[in-house]
T-cell receptor
Framework: KQEVTQIPAALSVPEGENLVLNCSFT??????LQWFRQDPGKGLTSLLLIQSSQREQTSGRLNASLDKSSGRSTLYIAASQPGDSATYLCAVSGAGSYQLTFGKGTKLSVIP | EAGVAQSPRYKIIEKRQSVAFWCNPISGHATLYWYQQILGQGPKLLIQFQNNGVVDDSQLPKDRFSAERLKGVDSTLKIQPAKLEDSAVYLC???????????????FGPGTRLTVL
């Protein structure tokens, strides 16, 4: 059974800092990995999707990497802004079922 | 394009009552998912539809939960009777299925927050 772990559970940084969120998964036989953002009381917004054959994806100030063999992914946020404050969720989909298994998330607070 | 719509946004009921949630996916999306997100946890898949057929409902508590997707478009999720531990946010997501984009990229609705007293 796939398990996804996100570290740290919460993170508080001053505005302008670069930061890294970590995600690990137990079964390396994945189809893809997605990073989502969730604002309080809102649904999930997809940030980046990395196919199992890819090593990284970039969108604006966000860069996600994937090391499938070691079961790890990182989400790098450059020059953090208060608007980046949210919970960030990592999810992997199995190669057979395509269903998403989520981590518990990292709650990020960017202090002005 | 319009996103995934869900209603109601909030619902408060007493235990043993019944409740139903509605989801309208993005137009043309073949796959539809219902997730349960308990406070402080990541979403957990309850049921997955492909068009109007069930792909996986292995984590759906079938003694009290039911879901249907008539005509392969809208979907409803019902809880009858509700328990205290059903308090959670219920998220609906849809995906294009096969196509130019990832086979299982999912787009989420705003969710329905259920409180069972």
């Amino acid at each position: 059974k796939q398990e996804v772990t996100q570290i740290p559970a919460a993170l508080s940084v001053p505005e302008g800092e670069n930061l890294v969120l970590n995600c690990s998964f137990t079964d390396s036989a994945i189809y893809n990995l997605q990073w989502f953002r969730q604002d309080p009381g809102k649904g999930l917004t997809s940030l980046l999707l990395i196919q199992s054959s890819q090593r990284e994806q970039t969108s604006g100030r966000l860069n996600a990497s994937l090391d499938k063999s070691s079961g790890r992914s990182t989400l790098y946020i450059a020059a953090s802004q208060p608007g980046d404050s949210a919970t960030y969720l990592c999810a992997v989909s199995g190669a057979g079922s395509y269903q998403l298994t989520f981590g518990k998330g990292t709650k990020l607070s960017v202090i002005p | 394009e319009a996103g995934v719509a869900q209603s109601p946004r909030y619902k408060i009921i007493e235990k043993r009552q019944s409740v139903a949630f509605w989801c309208n996916p993005i137009s043309g999306h073949a796959t539809l998912y219902w997730y349960q997100q308990i406070l402080g946890q990541g979403p957990k898949l309850l049921i997955q539809f492909q068009n109007n057929g069930v792909v996986d409902d292995s984590q759906l508590p079938k003694d009290r939960f039911s879901a249907e997707r008539l005509k392969g478009v809208d979907s409803t999720l019902k809880i009858q009777p509700a328990k205290l531990e059903d308090s959670a946010v219920y998220l609906c997501a849809s995906g294009p299925g096969k196509g130019l984009r990832s086979y299982n990229e999912q787009f989420f609705g705003p969710g329905t927050r259920l409180t069972v007293l």
